[in-house]
């Protein structure tokens, strides 16, 4: 079994006791805290290695460090093979700023995104624009309603209610 599906099962674990779970997950997310600070503290160093060697480098375990992996992979440049990795893995933390600050305001993880790493990283005015971007991203939008006597959307110069509205 690779470490990710290792991790997926222990973190997203249906059966566990509930307050287990969230001692694993309050535990897990202060870990990454200080992982990210570390990280934006020097935003521009690429920071890699094996999985076991990253993992030794922030004082964590290789489990650990897998669903860190797993949760900054899609904020990286080159994302790494997490589905297939093992401890001898060699993978990369070199993440695209604006993406990653996106990820954690999508994640709605506050403990991240108010890190006063950002700060140094980008002016506040466009630290406002990214955290509007990424809150726009989900919002689904809907079309105006069609009533059933407007004229139909199709360009048939029909109603709606005789042409594309009807149950067929």
Sequence with gaps: MGLLQEWREIAYNQEADKKQLQKFWTEYFLIEKGIY????????????GTVKELA????????????FLDGINDSLKVPNPIETMDENTEVTLAFDKEMLYKNMVDAKADWLYDLPMWDEIFEPDHKKKLFIEAKKANTVVKGP????????????????KYCCGRNK
Aim: net charge positive.
């Design 37 to 48: 600070e570390k990280l934006l503290s020097n935003p521009d160093e690429v920071v890699k």
């Design 145 to 160: 309603k069609i009533g059933r006597n407007d004229p139909c959307p199709c360009g048939s110069g029909k109603k709606y």
């Design 56 to 67: 030794d480098k922030y004082g964590i375990k290789v489990l650990t460090m897998a669903g």
